[in-house]
């Protein structure tokens, strides 16, 4: 699944921010004083708003609830629950286990998306109880709460670009007033919500369910979480795969870059695509570099005048540059891409509007997921690095080279963590992870959100003998939901069958259209 988080966010795509464990744990931090209890299972109700919108799933779905401390150095202290959600295995007399699941974000609900992407992981049902859950600060998970739906339309329409020095005032203030709501409203829980925690929760979440092993399934910032799972607990790892993996040795910095060069290589492909497929695009230009200089005259002709959006809501040059970023999460988004793009050149802007509320959360009800407010404080948690506003400004031209159209964007979204509250303790983390069972780590080569670059690092850090590298030669973020049979046949027969893949392996096998 893509990571739809705000162009805002430092850690864009699920998250490439480094992850950071919280100040004063440690590996013998009492985490191991009072144990889960089994969970209590029962019929799952429709998604809370935090988590989105949509109706109750069917009746193959149940829920629970699991407590965790909320401080793991006071283990018996204050509690938290966590939302969790699993579909039973079909065939329960070769029943392997569970199989829990991260859709990244951070930020993502787990228990509102499994459902839905369930059809995609039919054959692992059969021998697999399928587990999600909303990791703490997400959903209905002690949900992180900042601004309310109004606020937070007013939040999004500031120029995430500024120029002038009103703009960057603005800017800096819209900013410092969101933190101050997090603070406000979620002060309890914001020191609590870093990726060391969650990793924990998730050992935690596997005793509870009964399972002496961890078979994970982690996508995109779930790479991260898995890495740091593996790396504090190898000797429970079990059956896992890491698809769309974020790249644990850079930084903030470096790997929001990463991103903007990622985001443009994927403008790049599509815009290949629209140039090869000739009038049958309804984009101006005949080269990639026509299109997208058209697409950066776009974005200037909004920033001057945003056009009519949805409601009485414009499109603005900042939604216009989320709703572009949301659609190179998938090949199969590229229609609407170019749908929008066609629309927004003739004064029409619903469609790119629409985009953006997705990677912004927002409902089509005007309301929002906590998917933007965690996202910023498991980042601000995690990461270490605050930038001020000369560092920034510094920064820029680095990120304008890396890409024209998103460069600008990503670098001014390096400040969302400047006025946070609560410190970061690193830069990137540890994910070595000996002695822990094979985990297979695969790289999209045209990921835009987490570069296929990544997914090499993170072999070489988990260390020899546990990771085990697969190339997908594809677009859009994450592998084994394009539909590819050769990176669905490995990972199935590793899940199910223990089946390691040799490492190396590249999918999919044969060119697309060879016999």
């Not at 460069?407 to 963590?417: I, N, Q």
Request: glycine fraction near 12%; charge should be negative; proline fraction near 7%.
């Amino acid at each position: 699944m893509s990571r739809t988080v705000t162009l805002r966010t430092a850690a864009l795509a699920l998250a490439a921010a480094a992850l950071v464990p919280l100040t004063g744990c440690s590996d013998d931090d009492g985490s191991e004083k009072a144990r889960p209890k089994s969970l209590s299972w029962g019929p799952c109700p429709a998604p809370a708003p935090a988590e989105g919108t949509g109706e109750a799933p069917g009746k193959e779905w149940e829920c629970a609830a699991l407590d965790v401390p909320l401080d793991y150095g006071r283990p018996d202290g204050e509690t938290v629950e966590l939302a969790v959600i699993r579909s039973r295995a079909k065939n329960q007399k070769e029943r392997i286990g569970s199989l829990i699941y991260n859709f990244g974000g951070p930020g993502g609900s787990g228990v509102a998306t499994l459902p839905s992407a369930a059809k995609d992981y039919a054959r692992l049902n059969e021998r697999y109880d399928l587990v999600s859950f909303d990791p703490r600060g997400v959903g209905r998970s002690a949900a992180v709460r900042c601004e309310d739906d109004k606020q937070l339309d007013a939040y999004y329409a500031v120029d995430g670009t500024p120029d002038t020095p009103a703009e960057v005032q603005t800017f800096v203030d819209n900013s410092k007033r969101y933190t101050a709501a997090c603070q406000r409203n979620s002060g309890r829980v914001l020191p609590y919500v870093g990726t060391l925690n969650a990793a924990r929760d998730l050992d935690r979440l596997r005793e509870a369910l009964g399972d002496d092993k961890l078979h994970y399934f982690g996508i995109s910032y779930g790479t991260e979480l898995g890495g740091v799972y593996a790396h504090l607990f190898p000797q429970n790892v079990g059956r896992a795969v890491f698809d769309a993996v974020v790249d644990p040795t850079k930084t903030a910095l470096q790997g929001s870059l990463g991103q903007a060069e990622g985001f443009q290589l994927a403008l790049d492909n599509f815009a290949k695509d629209c140039v090869d497929r000739g009038d049958a695009c309804r984009l101006q230009g005949s080269t990639v570099k026509e299109i997208e200089d058209n697409i950066v005259a776009l974005q200037k002709s909004l920033e001057a005048q945003p056009i009519p959006g949805i409601g009485d809501r414009r499109l603005t040059a900042t939604a216009a540059t989320g709703g572009i970023a949301q659609a190179l999460y998938s090949k199969d988004y590229w229609p609407l891409l170019e749908q929008g793009l066609d629309e927004a050149e003739g004064g029409q802007g619903q469609l790119l509007l629409a985009l953006s509320d997705a990677m912004n959360g927002r409902n089509p009800d005007g309301t929002y997921s906590n998917i933007g407010a965690a996202n910023t404080a498991i980042n601000c948690a995690d990461s270490k690095d605050r930038y001020s506003l000369e560092r920034t400004r510094a920064e820029l031209p680095a990120f304008r080279a890396a890409s024209p159209v998103f460069g600008d964007y990503l670098g001014w979204a390096m400040m969302s963590c400047t006025p946070w509250p609560v410190p970061g303790a690193w830069q990137t983390p540890d994910v070595s992870a000996p002695g822990a069972a094979p985990i297979v780590v695969i790289g999209n080569t045209g990921d835009p959100a987490t570069p296929y670059e990544g997914a090499r690092k993170m072999v070489d850090e988990l260390g020899k003998g546990v990771g085990v590298e697969v190339t997908y030669k594809g677009q859009g973020h994450g592998a084994y939901n394009s539909g590819d049979t050769c990176v669905q046949g490995l990972v199935d027969a590793y899940l199910l069958d223990g089946k390691v893949p040799p490492a190396g392996t590249v999918c999919p096998t044969k060119p697309t259209g060879q016999a």
